[in-house]
């Protein structure tokens, strides 16, 4: 027993030694922009090679993690509207927290991730060519429209729930609860219609 106790132990050792421990490498601050002179951001556009993290807060302030102005990328907050766009190589990441953000458009290649709980009353999230979605909501109305190839994935609950998508869109509502759902089919074949 002492000796099979002892042979545990030295396999042990070799093998956490043979492992590479790695480490997350720090943020280069030179490259995170802040952008705290923005205000009233109620809907959100996105476009190109972009990826989006959205979060509330009670002050609205926008990070972007790239030299985006040396990058031909564009941050431009007017009237409530936030336009993001970026078709460069490297994705463009942004963080918005926001405080009454109510609308989501993404269009091209574009990612839009919550971070953390999205609480709202009423939010609207509309995904075009193919992008993608990961949202983890919890709202009173949320109405989701998923055209060309975007992709949704949503997680959480709402009350009422209005989901339209093309035959070509992909989306995972299986934990996502809803008390009242309504499901819009567009562009679907007339066999996959019959079962609606």
């Known amino acids: ?11 042990s050792a070799l093998a ?20 705290t002179n923005v205000s009233n951001i109620s809907k959100i556009e996105v476009r190109g ?25 564009v941050v431009q907050n007017k009237n409530g509207v936030l336009n993001i766009a970026s078709y460069g190589r490297e994705k463009l990441v942004v963080w918005v927290s926001a405080n009454d953000l ?24 509309d995904l075009h060519d193919n992008t993608s979605a990961k949202l983890n ?24 729930f209005s989901l339209s998508r093309e035959f070509a869109a992909s ?8 008390e009242h759902f309504a499901d819009n089919k567009v562009n679907f074949p007339a066999d996959d219609m019959a079962g609606i």
Not at 1 to 11: A, D, E, P, Q, R
Not at 137 to 160: P, Q, R, W
Not at 171 to 178: G, L, Q, S
């Open 102 to 125: 109510r609308s989501v458009s993404a269009y091209d290649n574009a990612e839009v991730k919550s971070f953390g709980n999205l609480l709202k009353i009423e939010f609207n999230v």
């Open 1 to 11: 027993m002492k000796k099979l106790f002892l042979s545990i132990i030295t396999v």
């Open 16 to 35: 956490l030694g043979a492992v590479n421990f790695t480490y997350a490498a720090p943020v280069n601050s030179s490259a995170e922009t802040t952008l």
């Open 49 to 73: 090679n972009v990826t989006l993290y959205i979060s509330d807060a009670s002050v609205d302030q926008i990070k972007v993690y790239n030299k985006y102005y040396s990058e031909s990328a």
């Open 137 to 160: 909501l919890d709202t009173y109305s949320v109405a989701i429209s998923v055209s060309d190839f975007a992709k949704a994935d949503l997680t959480g609950s709402a009350n009422e």
């Open 171 to 178: 989306v995972n509502n299986h934990n996502f609860k809803a």
